[in-house]
């Protein structure tokens, strides 16, 4: 834990580093009661959803379904959207106490170590909204936090930020094929949350078409930045006092492009689906260069690497896993840019 946001932009990049903190109450809106949005506290993994019974019998995980991917210790969990759209928070314990957090509003997924003042805690939804995006709360202090900058903005903690651990939003078809020995997380009643009846009807998705639409959250959002349509994927990449984001509506699908974002070489690739990630180019001091090698692989260095792991799965490199250059998953683009409003705009004609 730090007492300044986790890897922020410095320089002349406007984003989280510039607010002060704590924000006024006022800048809050609420959104559902406390605790409407029931966390989950004891999550329950299996191979799949095979055999799930009672109310979940007819549930099931089909390749083209979304999932937050998670890789620790040589180990991968996947977290079904399905169910993070109704529960927003889970709290694990997967190679240390982990936070997984997804916001259907801004289609943000962001992963953390789930500890306050280097303790563990449990998370949960306040029910109110900054900016759109998802507040939760820590049960150990009763601090306010943003789930897409992972900083507390309200209470005792104010100004401290959890540390990031990288996670990809994929399907669970690609996350299969690049972790065939993943668990994934079966819905209430099989897990556990902070309600005693949390169960949700999870063969509905409750934000159908909103991915779509122009509007933003529930109201409470003037955003202006018509650069791209409020709902483009993009992923963000910040370092070195520039941001920059990359949509898919320049990407493309099975696509790669090498760039530089305040010094850092990176690498930004698209699955065939449309899956976003970004990569530091630099490997054992070497500053690769990539090229698309077919729907879900990169080729640089001699070697062939996962898109969505990152991981060169042949030669000289195989085993050797690329450092993530996004600290969260690909969001919409309206909620890059009411966290980072200088940011850059990836043009395929740059």
């Not at 556990?192 to 509905?204: K, M």
């Not at 010094?263 to 689906?273: A, F, W, Y």
């Amino acid at each position: 834990m730090t007492d300044q946001p986790n890897s922020g932009p410095t320089g002349d990049v406007r984003g989280p580093a510039d607010y002060e903190f704590p924000i006024s109450r006022d800048q809050l809106n609420r959104g559902a009661p406390k605790d409407a949005i029931p966390a989950i506290v004891d999550p329950k993994f299996a191979d799949d959803w095979s055999d799930l019974g009672g109310s979940s019998a007819a549930l099931s995980l089909s390749a083209e379904d979304d999932v937050i991917g998670v890789e620790r210790d040589g180990e991968a969990r996947a977290y079904p959207l399905s169910i993070l759209n109704w529960h927003e928070v889970v709290n694990d314990e997967f190679a240390g106490p982990l936070l997984v957090t997804y916001c259907p509003l801004c289609g943000s997924g962001v992963t953390a170590e789930r500890r306050v003042d280097g303790e563990v805690t449990r998370f949960g939804v306040s029910g109110l909204l900054w900016n759109s995006d998802l507040v939760m709360y820590d049960e150990k202090t009763a601090s306010l936090w943003s789930q897409l900058i992972g900083t507390a903005i309200r209470g005792p903690r104010a100004g401290t930020s959890l540390s990031f651990v990288p996670s990809t939003l994929t399907t669970w078809g690609a996350w299969t094929e690049t972790h065939p020995q993943t668990q994934v997380l079966l819905p209430p009643p099989e897990s556990g949350t902070i309600a005693e009846d949390g169960s949700r009807s999870y063969g509905r998705d409750p934000y159908r078409g909103y991915d779509s639409s122009e509007s933003i959250g529930i109201g409470y959002n003037d955003f202006q930045d018509d650069r791209l349509h409020p709902k483009a994927w993009v992923v963000g990449v910040r370092h070195g006092g520039q941001a920059k984001a990359y949509p898919t509506t320049e990407l493309g699908f099975d696509a790669t492009v090498e760039d530089t974002v305040g010094g850092l070489s990176i690498v930004v690739t698209t699955t065939d689906e449309g899956s976003l990630a970004a990569y530091e180019r630099a490997v054992d001091d070497e500053t690769l260069s990539f090229s698309n090698a077919g729907p879900m692989h990169l080729r640089a260095g001699g070697s062939r690497w996962n898109k969505v792991s990152g991981r060169a799965v042949d030669g000289p490199f195989e085993g050797t896993t690329l450092t993530r250059a996004n600290d969260r998953s690909e969001l919409f683009w309206f909620a890059w840019a009411d966290f980072y409003p200088d940011t850059e705009v990836y043009r395929s004609d740059e």
